[in-house]
Nanobody
Framework: VQLQASGGGLVQAGGSLRLSCVAS????????LGWFRQAPGKEREFVGG????????RYADSVKGRFTISRDNAKNTVYLQMSSLKPEDTASYYC?????????????????WGQGTLVTVSS
């Protein structure tokens, strides 16, 4: 599976961005998908994840109410809509996929990773 993330950029605090991640190589609908982020000098952390059908969605407490994950299985794409962005959201954002049925909040079970897309939120 190949994952390609895009949509990062520079935004002011309070602004919005939408990240996209396109998958190829295997049946997209068989993948649980997650978004993770890593700020300089910090460990990679879970942002959110979505089940194969999209019914189960999990978020980190730090982004609940501000970020929304969705997927379009027809387009092989998962999205991360980010609103009310804060400077502490600045990080490289990564999409990840796994063929398990569980929406893991830990990065270790995810087998497939895209390259990061950088999000910078200015104050």
């Amino acid at each position: 599976v190949q994952l390609q993330a895009s949509g990062g950029g520079l935004v002011q605090a309070g602004g919005s961005l939408r990240l996209s991640c396109v998958a190829s190589g295997r049946t997209f609908s068989s993948l649980v998908l997650g978004w993770f982020r890593q700020a300089p000098g910090k460990e990679r952390e879970f942002v959110g994840g979505i089940s194969r059908s999209g019914v189960i969605i999990r978020y980190a407490d730090s982004v609940k109410g501000r970020f929304t994950i969705s997927r379009d299985n027809a387009k092989n794409t998962v999205y991360l809509q980010m609103s009310s962005l804060k400077p502490e959201d600045t990080a490289s954002y990564y999409c990840a996929g796994d063929q398990d049925s569980v929406v893991w909040t830990d990065a270790r079970p995810y087998d497939y990773w895209g390259q990061g897309t950088l999000v910078t939120v200015s104050s």
